[in-house]
């Protein structure tokens, strides 16, 4: 086990678990009564978690996964989450979702998404930015874009396309439709799927 004291600690942030254990960096999104929404301070607390471990030789690898029963059902679209929003920037989630998934694909250390549940929206594209994605037969991808007018932010228009091809992508981002973890490993879209018992 790793002991770190209070200068080499790693900040978390209320709504996102840090700890670094053993080698490995924890990162837990931790709203699990939004099935873990995300929020702008919460992105750039991930980033900068992941900026730090790619100059820190005490990570040897990250593990990203979300409280409760879900990975992520993507940015925080309520009205608390909105409420949260500081005035003169919409756009921040938006900024720090792009910010944290350029983090995971520079970090030079391999980074595993631990997909216990849904991952939706931006939770799918900051999933599959990793090098590894295991997931729960319980787990499911989403991309519900189009069921509030937006277009599939993140990278998911290419990281979905890359990896499944564009007519499986466009199935997904167009008709939002929801894709079971037996149907994203057919797929090729994750790694591994196991019991939801044992992951």
């Not at 699990?32 to 100059?55: F, G």
């Amino acid at each position: 086990m790793t002991t770190l004291d209070a200068a080499d600690a790693y900040a978390g942030h209320p709504d996102l678990g840090v700890s670094l254990d053993d080698g490995v960096l924890s990162v837990t999104f931790n709203r699990p009564d939004s099935l873990n929404s995300l929020t702008a301070p919460m992105l750039s607390a991930l980033a900068d978690a992941l900026d730090r471990a790619a100059e820190d030789p005490r990570v040897k690898v990250v593990r990203l996964g979300g409280a409760g029963r879900g990975f992520s059902s993507g940015a925080g679209i309520s009205e608390d989450d909105q409420a949260r929003r500081k005035e003169g920037a919409p756009d921040a989630v938006l900024l720090g979702a792009n910010r944290s998934i350029r983090a995971i694909v520079a970090l030079p250390k391999p980074v595993i998404a631990v997909v216990q549940g849904p991952a939706a929206g931006v939770g799918v594209s900051l999933a599959l930015a990793c090098d590894l994605v295991l997931a729960s037969e319980k787990a499911f991808f989403l991309l519900a874009f189009t069921k509030i007018g937006l277009m599939p932010d993140g990278g998911a228009t290419a990281l979905v396309a890359a990896a499944i091809g564009r007519a499986r992508a466009m199935r997904m981002a167009l008709l939002a439709e929801r894709i079971s973890a037996a149907e994203a490993f057919d797929f090729g879209l994750i790694s591994a799927v196991y019991p939801a018992d044992e992951l």
